[in-house]
């Protein structure tokens, strides 16, 4: 079990000059089923990064034993907690498990290593222009600034940083742009791995945007045009 150290929870750490971005209301007429992982907009399911880059195989889990695909997701569940802790200097080091720590450890390597700081709190966001919705942090996404600009990294613990990062780290681009006005300049994915190292790398493929935007379109197509879906999530991205 993973335990908090102190009584702080919600209390973020000092950033330096650095303001921390805010975004506080979840945008009203939007909520989210946890269990099935179902996002709706005003009662309408409405489908979620993840979702879209699962239902067009650009994130494909499918020949993996389900087994080991709940275990992986299971890790990273824990891993993303032990993580919002340590952010929120609350995290007992000790309660963490043997599988856990070095996925930490990897984590605090790389935070020690590029000074990143992660500057957006937790929140469910929608895109009213492009109909979709997602949750930053919930899905190990940070905002955080990179050589001065604006940047977004998405942290996992999958075997490797799969082409798929690109389609879906520009999903949350869109979601973040649209809800804040804050442009982001740049994208990373972070690997985290059993050996308490890192991987780290920058996805710039300005195809990457059009292959989100074609899923999103399909998606829809698929739903109002051809009625061959009615949007229920089938999500197992954390794999």
Request: glycine residues 8%; proline residues 4%; contains cysteine.
């Amino acid at each position: 079990m993973i335990k908090a150290g102190k009584e702080r929870k919600n209390v973020p750490r000092e950033r330096g000059d650095e303001p921390t971005i805010e975004v506080d209301t979840v945008p009203a007429g939007l909520n989210f089923d946890f269990e099935n992982h179902i996002y709706r907009w005003n009662g309408e399911i409405v489908p979620s990064v993840t979702q879209l880059l699962s239902e067009f195989k650009l994130i494909d889990f499918s020949g993996v034993p389900r087994d080991r695909l709940e275990f992986k997701r299971s890790l990273g569940v824990a891993v993303h907690y032990a993580i919002e802790l340590l952010e929120q200097d609350n995290l007992d080091e000790e309660s963490l498990s043997d599988e856990i720590k070095p996925y930490v450890n990897a984590y605090k390597r790389f935070r020690e290593v590029t000074g990143f700081e992660p500057r957006a709190t937790e929140n469910r966001l929608y895109s009213k222009k492009w109909r979709f919705a997602g949750t930053l942090d919930q899905q190990g996404i940070h905002v955080t600034k990179i050589g001065g600009e604006e940047a977004i990294i998405d942290y996992k613990c999958t075997w490797k940083l799969y082409a798929s990062c690109g389609p879906q780290l520009q999903g949350y681009k869109i979601l973040f742009e649209e809800n804040t006005g804050i442009k982001i300049k740049k994208l990373f994915g972070l690997q985290l791995k059993p050996t308490g190292h890192y991987e780290f790398q920058e996805f710039k493929d300005p195809n990457d945007k059009q292959d989100f935007l074609a899923c999103l379109w399909l998606h829809w197509q698929k739903r109002n045009k051809y009625q061959t879906s009615k949007g229920e999530s089938n999500d197992n991205s954390n794999a």
